[in-house]
């Protein structure tokens, strides 16, 4: 069976991409990490499963979470996510293909709810911007959390491998 039409036009995120990022907020130490993401289709679906993994410079394990990416029609894009922090994350926004090619993602609609015991988050927003080849992707999150207004958390360069 092949992959879902709404699926097709995101194929080139099927597969494992990796590089690096550096993080911050007012409230923490700033830091750098190592990052793994994989995008895999289930035949039929509408939607890819979504999987991440960072680690620090020692190779310890850092951040890590799940979802399901949802493209929808009109370059509609929803993004459903698992945070091991206590956090569901649904993203929603925008995907447009740029004048030189590249595309970007743009989800700056959230929903957070979040467990008793987790730090508040109140609000993310994710921005993507993916080569014309499909092959890097720059990727910026923001967040308001433990009462700080909304900001740049991450920054990372990811390519496929
Ligand atoms: C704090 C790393 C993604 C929310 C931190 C800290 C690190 C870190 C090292 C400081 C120490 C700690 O509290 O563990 C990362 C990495 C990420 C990531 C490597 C992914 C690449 C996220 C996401 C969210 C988030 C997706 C929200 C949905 C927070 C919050 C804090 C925090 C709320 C606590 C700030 C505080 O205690 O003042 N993160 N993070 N992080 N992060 Fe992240």
């Known amino acids: 069976m092949s992959l879902h ?11 494992t991409w990796q590089g690096q990022g550096r993080g911050h907020y007012p409230t923490i130490e700033s830091f750098e990490y190592t990052e793994t993401i994989t995008f895999s289709a ?4 509408p939607f890819l499963r979504y ?14 979470e799940v979802g399901y990416f949802r ?3 009109s370059g509609h894009i929803e993004f459903v996510l698992a945070q091991p922090m206590g956090q569901s994350e649904l993203l929603e926004g925008t995907a447009t293909v740029n004048d030189d090619g590249s595309l970007t993602i743009v989800l700056g609609y959230s929903e957070i709810h979040n467990s008793t015991t ?3 988050v109140e609000q993310t927003a994710r921005h993507y911007v993916f080569t014309p080849d499909r092959t890097a992707v ?23 491998i």
């Open 5 to 15: 039409e709404l699926v097709e036009p995101y194929e080139f995120l099927i597969g």
């Open 42 to 45: 289930v035949p039929g679906k």
């Open 51 to 64: 999987a991440q993994k960072t680690t620090n410079p020692d190779g310890a394990p850092m951040h890590t």
């Open 71 to 73: 493209p929808r029609e």
């Open 118 to 120: 987790a730090k508040l």
């Open 138 to 160: 720059h990727h910026e999150f923001d967040m308001a959390a433990v009462g700080e207004q909304m900001q740049n958390h991450l920054v990372a360069d990811l390519h496929k």
